[in-house]
C-alpha cells in the first residue's frame, strides 16, 4: 500500500469513530424529548396527583398508624371494591372518641351529666343547696329536664300597731285616765279598723278627743307588746333564708310618732332591729312576700301588691269575712310558723324553670 492510500484510509476511520460518540448538545436534545412526551396513563383514577399516589402507594405498604378514634368500617366503592372511610380529623387524645360523622356533634359531657344528676335529686334536696354550691345554672337547662333554682329568701314584713305593739290597749288606758267621766269604747268591742271614727259614733267631738289621745307625747313609747310578740320576731329573724321588716306608718302629724317608733323597736327588740324599720304609707309599694297586718283592707298605687296579707287578728277587725283564700293569724301564740313554711314551699314551686 503506497502511503497516500494509508493517509486515506486513517482518515475515514476517524471520521467514523467521530460519529459515533454523541456531541453535548445531541444529550440535551435527547432530555427534552423524554419530559416533553405524553404523560402515562394513571391506572387509578381518583384526584390525586402522580407525586401523591407514590406516597400513597409507597404509605399502604407501612403498617397503618393506630388513631384511637379510627373506626373499623368500609364503605363499597362504585367499582365495588372495599375503600377506606373518610374519618374526621382526631380530636384531641384528652377529649371523649369522636362521635359518628354523619351525627350532629355530641353536647358538653359535663353538661349532660350533671343536668341528669341533677333532675335526679328530689326537689327538696334541689332547694335546700346553699347558694354557690354546685348545681344547674339558668343555661343548663335543656329541653327534657325540669331544674329548680334555689328560692329567693323570705321577706316577712310585720306591721307595728296592732300587730307588735297594743296600739288598742295603750289607747283605751290613756283615754279612761284622761277622760274618765266620759263614754268610751271597752277594748273587746272595738268594730273597725279607725277607732276615732268609733268614737264619734258615740258622740261627734269624741273623735277628735280620741287623735289627741294618741297624738299624745309617749303614747307610742309607752305600748306594751303583744303577748308573743317579741319572741316570735326574735325566732323568725334567726330562721334560714329569712328576712323580717317592719313596716308601718306613720301618723300625719308625725312629731312624736316618729321617733317613738323608733325607739320602741331599739326598746324591745334592739338598736340592730332599727334598719328594719320601713315608714310608709302605701305598703302596696313594699316588695314581700308576707306582710302580717291588721287592717283588713290594703290599698295603695299598686294594683297587685308581691306580698300575700296575713290579717293580725284584734278586736277591731274580728267579724271581718275573708275571702278565700285569704289568711289570718289569730295570735302570735298560733301557728304563724307553718304560714312561712307554706310561703317557702309555694316559692320553691314557682321557682321551678
Ligand atoms: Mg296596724
Not at 272595738?190 to 297624738?215: C, F, H, N, P, W
Request: proline share 10%; hydrophobic share 30%.
Amino acid at each position: 500500500m503506497d502511503r497516500e492510500t494509508q493517509n486515506r484510509m486513517d482518515s475515514d476511520t476517524r471520521l467514523r469513530m467521530a460519529d459515533s460518540v454523541p456531541r453535548a448538545d445531541d444529550l440535551d436534545a435527547e432530555d427534552n424529548t423524554e419530559t416533553e412526551g405524553p404523560e402515562p396513563e394513571e391506572e387509578c383514577c381518583d384526584e390525586a396527583s402522580p407525586s401523591e399516589s407514590v406516597v400513597r402507594e409507597r404509605s399502604s405498604s407501612l403498617p397503618p398508624t393506630p388513631r384511637e378514634c379510627d373506626e373499623p368500617t368500609t364503605r363499597e366503592s362504585k367499582s365495588g371494591t372495599a375503600q377506606p372511610k373518610t374519618e374526621p380529623p382526631c380530636p384531641d387524645a384528652d377529649k371523649p372518641p369522636c362521635p359518628d360523622a354523619d351525627k350532629p356533634p355530641c353536647p358538653d359531657a359535663d353538661k349532660a351529666q350533671s343536668a341528669e344528676a341533677q333532675a335526679a335529686q328530689p326537689a327538696d334536696a334541689q332547694a335546700a343547696q346553699p347558694a354557690g354550691a354546685a348545681g344547674p345554672t339558668p343555661d343548663s337547662t335543656t329541653a327534657d329536664t325540669c331544674v329548680a333554682r334555689k328560692p329567693p329568701k323570705l321577706r316577712v314584713l310585720v306591721d307595728m300597731d296592732g300587730v307588735l305593739a297594743d296600739f288598742e290597749g295603750a289607747a283605751f288606758k290613756l283615754w279612761r285616765a284622761t277622760y274618765p267621766d266620759e263614754p268610751f269604747v271597752a277594748p273587746e268591742n272595738r268594730r273597725g279598723y279607725y277607732i276615732k271614727q268609733q268614737y264619734a259614733s258615740l258622740r261627734a267631738d269624741l273623735g277628735e278627743k280620741m287623735v289627741g289621745i294618741y297624738t299624745t307625747a309617749k303614747f307610742f313609747t309607752d305600748m306594751e307588746p303583744l303577748p308573743g310578740a317579741i319572741d316570735a320576731i326574735k325566732e323568725m329573724t334567726q330562721m334560714a333564708d329569712t328576712e323580717v321588716l317592719f313596716c308601718t306608718t306613720s301618723l300625719r302629724t308625725f312629731d312624736n310618732c316618729l321617733p317613738e317608733k323608733y325607739g320602741w323597736i331599739r326598746q324591745y327588740l334592739g338598736p340592730e332591729f332599727v334598719d328594719k324599720i320601713i315608714i310608709i304609707r302605701d305598703k302596696t309599694l313594699v316588695d314581700g312576700h308576707l306582710l302580717f297586718d291588721d287592717k283588713d283592707t290594703i290599698t295603695g298605687l299598686k294594683e297587685k301588691p308581691s306580698w300575700e296579707h296575713i290579717l293580725m287578728s284584734t278586736a277591731h277587725n274580728k267579724d271581718v269575712v275573708l275571702p278565700p283564700p285569704k289568711q289570718r293569724l289569730e295570735s302570735w301564740g298560733h301557728d304563724w310558723k307553718s304560714i312561712l313554711e307554706r310561703k317557702r314551699q309555694e316559692l320553691a314551686c314557682n321557682n321551678v324553670q
